[in-house]
């Protein structure tokens, strides 16, 4: 018996509260999500902290890159993204969102950003928060970049790792068993059929595809018993799964 898809909650529950922020972890908890998903940078002097894009313009009511901004710069700024229900919420850092999710139970994707930004030391130092928290059994670390992922394999045998992509390969478990990795995250668009799925799963892979909102796409990927989604709205997945 093969076990559920699971749903892993995308940027928090970005669907209904600010992505990568704490009231979107939050409510991923309250809502059952499985796991949760988001994105890590590095500001200008180092410290970790918990933003999608590069810049800042997108997200919060400051401009440029989030590289060119100390810490205490991107703490003074609104990451609610003109949503007036969440004015005044707080680039989150790092340390905050594993202490937030450690006493639970669900799994960690930490996706290093550091496709655009190298950010050098970014895999150090994301591994000295994942032990300082105790997460190495409940984290998956993945990036876009081939060569953060073989270095995080380098570093750390022993934690979770998954490759990401964007443009179509047939098989992807080959690049991901070659960069030290346990799975793949594909746009759900490169997911083609059941017995793709299969074949990931006989070379060791797990495979956890984004960003699954729609129903119609949401029923398939369980059908096709996927590892995980990664959903903005974990409340519709997880009904949509319980009915099926
Ligand atoms: O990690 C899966 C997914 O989050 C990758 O795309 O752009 O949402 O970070 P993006
Ligand atoms: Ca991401």
């Known amino acids: 018996m093969t076990s559920p898809t699971q749903v892993w909650a995308h940027r928090g529950a970005s669907g209904y509260a600010p992505e990568n922020t704490l009231p979107a972890f939050e409510l991923a908890l309250d809502q059952g999500a499985e796991g949760v998903e988001f994105d890590v940078q590095l500001s200008r002097d180092g410290a970790l902290v918990v933003i999608h894009d590069e810049t800042l313009d997108r997200t919060t009511d400051g401009t440029g890159r989030v ?4 810490l205490a710069e991107l703490r003074a700024l609104d ?20 202490a937030l999710l450690a ?16 950010y050098p030391g970014l895999e150090e ?19 876009f970049a081939d ?14 790792l998954a490759m990401l992509y964007t443009r179509p390969e047939a098989r ?24 793709w799925v299969r074949l990931a799963h006989a070379a060791g892979m797990a495979v956890r595809p984004w960003i ?32 099926s």
């Open 103 to 118: 006493p639970q139970r669900l799994r960690i994707n930490i996706e290093l950003k550091n496709s655009v930004e190298p």
């Open 79 to 98: 990451a609610s993204g003109g949503d007036a229900d969440y004015a005044g919420v707080r680039i989150p850092t790092l340390d905050e969102v594993l």
């Open 172 to 195: 992807p478990w080959r690049r991901a068993t070659l960069l030290g990795a346990q799975g793949f995250h594909p746009p759900a668009r490169l997911v083609p059929a059941r017995l």
């Open 147 to 160: 060569a953060s992922v073989r270095r995080l394999r380098e570093l750390a045998p022993e934690i979770e």
């Open 212 to 243: 699954v909102n729609n129903p119609a796409q949401l029923a398939t990927m369980f059908r096709w018993q996927v590892d995980a989604v990664f959903t903005d709205t974990p409340d519709v997945a997880l009904a949509l799964r319980s009915a």
């Open 125 to 143: 130092k994301v591994l000295a928060s994942v032990a300082e928290h105790g997460l190495a059994d409940r984290v998956v670390l993945s990036s």
């Open 67 to 70: 590289v060119g901004h100390a």
